[in-house]
């Protein structure tokens, strides 16, 4: 780094990115601040440099090697910054570290006998709450939240339809649980209850719940039509909707038939009329077809991937908004793990609610490969319209945005 480049970065000031330290800060202290940062999105820390951004420079020999004893005896897992010091001249010199963002979050200090997790908040470093850690945990992959139990729930709220059918029509179970204690075994097993108590998963209550939201908020979907292209005062549609993710069908020789529709179903027939238009006029086989503003693939697909890699710890719903331009669906929770927008767009998969995504394939709803957004999303809107759809990334929320086709 040169030494214009990191005195513009300390002109600057301190950010969520960027911390300046005194080189005598306290071993503990340097570790919290790195800690923090590598459970947030990475960044630097400036050892040298005062907090009002004036420049003391590096005090101790051996500046590095004091660096990686701390990282190495405080933090864990093992964090390894990229090392540099820039001449300020005068013989003055500052260490840049740069971490990246931490793929096996979350990242723990340790000191005097006790493990602390810290994030970053704007330019401080604070103590996690129980939900911050939660959420750090399920991004490393080291808590499945739709394992974990619901209140107030057993085997009673669950549609005992569905769930045969499941068994019986989609996976084709030979054994066919007949009593109670059976039933709560067989749930069980398959995650969707938990085995101490009996209560409904998070997985059980959304995929088979009679009405997931009147036990878990965040269950369902909620549903927007405006006419402009912002949210207005009065929308020509706004409502929630609660159904088992899942739907009941037939499955026989003459093909697959759907006997009670499930959240899928549902919301593709409320949408429907909000995404296509009548023609006026017959065509040569004195037949109205119906235009489509999206391709219903696409439509379909969105709604899924939403449904099925939502952040469970985040009280919201997902969102689908309608605009007169474009139609947007907000999936709560940052990306999972290291996944990003470009690694999702190349095919790369890094399902965040393994058993959903399982049974969700069992029934057909996604397919085997598990690349629904290179394989159909981003085609078919192209083919569609010539205009990719568009993805926003953030520690809240998934936002995928599909520009509307102009009926001609």
């Not at 005090?59 to 004893?69: D, L």
């Not at 119906?290 to 899924?304: A, H, L, N, Q, S």
Request: proline share 4%; net charge negative; glycine share 8%.
């Amino acid at each position: 780094m040169l030494k214009t480049e990191l005195l513009e970065i300390i002109a600057n000031k301190e950010n969520s990115g960027v911390e300046f330290k005194r080189d005598d800060i306290r071993p503990e202290q340097f570790a919290k601040e790195i800690v923090a940062m590598v459970n947030f999105q990475g960044g630097r820390v400036l050892l040298g440099v005062e907090d009002d951004g004036s420049i003391s420079g590096l005090q101790r020999e051996n500046s590095e090697e004091w660096v990686m004893n701390v990282i190495r005896d405080k933090i864990h897992p093992l964090v390894l910054p990229y090392y540099e010091e820039v001449n300020m001249g005068e013989d003055i010199f500052v260490a840049v570290l740069t971490f990246p963002q931490g793929i096996s979050k979350p990242y723990v200090l340790r000191d005097r006998g006790e493990e602390k997790i810290y994030i970053r908040v704007g330019s401080t470093s604070q103590l996690a709450t129980r939900e911050q850690q939660m959420r750090l945990f399920e991004v490393g992959g080291m808590l499945h939240t739709e394992t974990l139990p619901i209140a107030r729930t057993n085997s009673s709220c669950l549609d005992k339809a569905r769930l045969e059918n499941y068994l019986q029509n989609i996976i084709q179970d030979p054994e066919i649980p007949t009593t109670d204690e059976e039933w709560e075994q067989r749930l069980a097993g398959l995650g969707l209850l938990t085995e101490a108590d009996g209560f409904c998963t998070v997985a059980g209550l959304v995929l088979f719940g009679k009405q997931p939201r009147q036990y878990f908020k965040p269950a369902g979907l909620r549903v927007f039509v405006f006419n402009g292209e912002d949210k207005e005062y009065e929308a020509k549609l706004d409502l929630i909707l609660d159904a088992p993710m899942v739907g009941r069908w037939d499955i026989s020789e003459s093909g697959k038939k759907l006997i009670d529709a499930g959240l899928i179903e549902k919301f593709l027939d409320q949408i429907e009329p909000f995404i296509t238009e009548e023609p006026g006029e017959v065509d040569e086989d004195f037949r109205r077809e119906k235009k489509w503003f999206y391709p219903f693939g696409v439509v379909r697909e969105t709604v899924i991937n939403a449904l099925a890699h939502r952040d469970w710890t985040r009280f919201v719903d997902i969102e689908i908004g309608v605009y007169s331009d474009r139609m947007e669906v907000i999936s709560p929770g940052s990306l999972q793990n290291s996944m990003t927008i470009e690694k999702m767009i190349t095919g790369q998969r890094s399902p965040r609610n393994t058993l959903i995504m399982e049974i969700l394939r069992d029934y057909g709803y996604v397919d085997y490969r598990g690349m629904g957004v290179r394989t159909k999303v981003i085609p078919l809107m192209k083919k569609f319209n010539g205009v990719e759809p568009v993805f926003e990334a953030t520690e809240d929320y998934l936002k995928i945005i599909l520009y509307r086709k102009q009926v001609e």
